[in-house]
């Protein structure tokens, strides 16, 4: 028999830690319990229907109900429920799910890929080839690594080392020598330029002179986000991602892009990469490839690194990285089914389609509220900024409550977003229709409203 509501609620506050969450709030906070799931709709265990401003977390970008997905999980239970991929061994949908990402990824110089459970293993596995490609070809100091600041990589010892928000790393410091930060091109807060053009050359300037600084022959990688998410939907100039790729062959250095957001139809096309016209060297993936129905990650691996190890004989090249559910036979299965639907449906076509009138709408309550500083982003990615003075851009005070306050006059109107720090952040479902669109618009509107009255009320 199901657990009653109310001992669910309290067993969640006493033995459930929540990631990002500190255990004793769990237990002072509502818990926001979901309980089911349908197409881009949720409902809490109290009955609550709320549209899934989130995704998930970025990553049912399908809805909750695709049934191809669903059919494939099902079918590959009843035939292999588990079996690993290490050394000689392997399986049918590993093997399917691999040649069939790599034959969508060809565009993009993609030579093959490996798995993991999620984006922070496949950037550490980014990470790591990265630095053995360098010492397969003899050049054995070539171990840093450069990030930008504002940038979100997971939250293993490598990608919390490279994530460019402290509050991600100072509890569990020291970390893995040789990261380090330069600015993120983010036009709103920089502090040289609003000319977009301008802050994409300095940005990209700073690069290289990071990696002059370091020593070209000490640099393994550079790593960044096509359009930086967590940290505040940052989408970086035009010119950004190819001054970029310009100064890391320059430097012989790898570019890895982490598309665990992006990557999937995200921002109106199939990879964030692709918005910039850019190849990278490496790829992080994971949330929407299996469209989160189960937990899947893949590190995608260019021509350029692919040769490198192909050439190789020695045990130099031997992957010496995995994890005993790399390419899990169900995960695979739902990947497999969620790339099809992707493609059939094509789903970055639609986002490319409704994308921009959804921005365009959000982006009107800066002009409504002098608490929104900013609303930016692409496709169906979306961030609004609250601040403390809209003119001078004053940062809000870490403690203000407005930005939970506002989701939760949301949550009351049926809509589930997201707050991290300063800023609410938006990314629905990839199939979400106008109509759904238009609800959510409604809703946050609304939300902002009734808090903009109640802090007008107590001025
Ligand atoms: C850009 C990026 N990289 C990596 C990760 C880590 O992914 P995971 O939480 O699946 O480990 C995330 C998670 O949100 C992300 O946004």
Request: hydrophobic residues 45%; contains cysteine.
């Amino acid at each position: 028999m199901a657990t009653d509501i109310d001992t669910l609620k309290r067993d969640n506050a006493q033995y459930l830690w929540h990631p990002m969450a500190h255990p004793q709030a769990m237990r002072n906070a509502r818990p926001d319990i979901i309980a089911k799931g349908q197409g881009c709709w949720v409902w809490d265990i109290d009955g609550h229907k709320l549209l899934d401003g989130v995704a998930g977390l970025w990553s049912s970008n399908l809805g909750h109900s695709c049934k191809p997905v669903r059919d494939a999980i099902v079918a590959q239970l009843d035939e292999l429920p588990f079996f690993n991929t290490f050394r000689g061994t392997t399986h049918p949908r590993a093997i399917e799910l691999s040649t069939q990402l790599v034959a969508l990824m060809r565009p993009d110089g993609v030579a093959a890929v490996m798995f993991g459970n999620g984006g922070s293993d496949s950037v550490e596995a980014a990470l790591k080839l990265s630095r053995q490609f360098h010492k397969l070809r003899g050049d054995k100091d070539r171990s840093k690594f450069i990030a930008l600041r504002q940038g979100y990589h997971g939250v293993h010892f490598g990608g919390m080392s490279v994530n460019g928000n402290t509050n991600f790393r100072r509890n569990y410091e020291p970390l893995l020598p040789g990261c380090f930060h330069i600015d993120s091109p983010w036009l709103y807060r920089n502090a040289y330029t609003q000319d977009e053009a301008e802050l994409g050359r300095i940005v990209a300037q700073q690069l290289d002179r990071e990696i002059t600084f370091q020593g070209a022959d000490t640099v393994a990688a550079f790593i960044a986000e096509p359009i930086q998410g967590a940290g505040g939907l940052i989408v970086p100039p035009a010119n950004f991602w190819p001054l970029v790729r310009a100064v890391c062959d320059k430097h012989g250095v790898l570019l890895i892009a982490d598309e665990v957001v992006t990557g999937f139809g995200r921002t109106g096309q199939m990879f964030g990469t692709r918005l910039w016209g850019v190849q990278a060297d490496l790829w992080c993936l994971a949330k929407g490839i299996s469209s989160g129905y189960v937990p899947l990650g893949a590190t995608a691996i260019g021509q350029k690194v692919a040769a490198v190890f192909d050439a190789d004989s020695s045990a130099a090249g031997q992957i010496t990285h995995g994890y005993t559910y790399s390419a899990h036979p169900v995960a695979a299965a739902a990947a497999i089914a969620t790339l099809k639907v992707l493609v059939d449906e094509d789903i970055p076509g639609h986002v490319a389609r409704v994308g921009p009138a959804f921005q365009q709408r959000l982006r009107a309550l800066v002009q409504r509220h002098d608490f929104v500083g900013d609303v930016r982003g692409h496709g169906l990615m979306l961030g609004i900024e609250m601040v403390a003075d809209q003119a001078s851009r004053a940062p809000l005070p870490k403690t203000s409550d407005i930005p939970a306050r506002v989701a939760r006059a949301a949550y009351e109107r049926g809509l589930m977003v997201r707050v991290s720090g300063p800023n609410l952040i938006l990314s629905p479902p990839l199939v979400i229709t106008t109509a759904e669109l238009d609800f959510l618009c409604d809703a946050l509107e609304a939300a902002f409203a009734q808090v903009a009255d109640e802090i007008a009320r107590v001025k």
